[in-house]
């Protein structure tokens, strides 16, 4: 079945820098266009940034635009999110998830075809 396994979160300071994967297993992942959404504590879900099946094309939200970089190593089948510059209100569970084919992405979960169990950033002084 499918599985979606997300990875290296924790606590980090503002400024500071983060690097969350997401291992896949059970698809076809390197057909697959991949995203990371997140969901801050008594908040809805938000969309963070969208990759297609190959990395050539990368969609990002304004909110994180120009601190994080997604990315994708398809022999892998590993999905990564490079957060630079992080400030508090970054701190969310994020997760990483499959949209639904013909979407990049939503701030509902009925946009995505599956998703990890989440990892916590945390990011405070």
């Known amino acids: 079945q499918v599985q979606l396994v997300e990875s290296g979160g924790g606590f980090m300071q503002p400024g500071g820098s983060l690097r969350l994967s997401c291992g896949a297993s059970?698809?076809?992942?390197?057909?697959?266009?991949m995203s990371w959404v997140r969901q801050a504590p008594g908040k809805g879900l938000e969309w963070v940034s969208t990759?297609?099946?190959?990395?050539?094309?990368?969609d990002y939200a304004d909110s994180v635009l120009g601190r994080f970089t997604i990315s994708r190593d398809n022999a892998k089948n590993t999905l990564y999110l490079q957060m630079n510059n992080l400030k508090p209100e970054d701190t969310a569970v994020y997760y990483c998830?499959?949209?639904?084919?013909?979407?990049?992405?939503?701030?509902?979960?009925?946009?995505?075809?599956?998703r990890g169990q989440g990892t916590q950033v945390t990011v405070s002084s």
């Open positions: 990759i297609n099946s190959g990395g050539s094309r990368t």
């Open positions: 998830a499959q949209p639904r084919p013909g979407l990049l992405g939503g701030n509902s979960w009925g946009a995505f075809v599956s």
């Open positions: 059970g698809f076809a992942f390197s057909s697959a266009t």
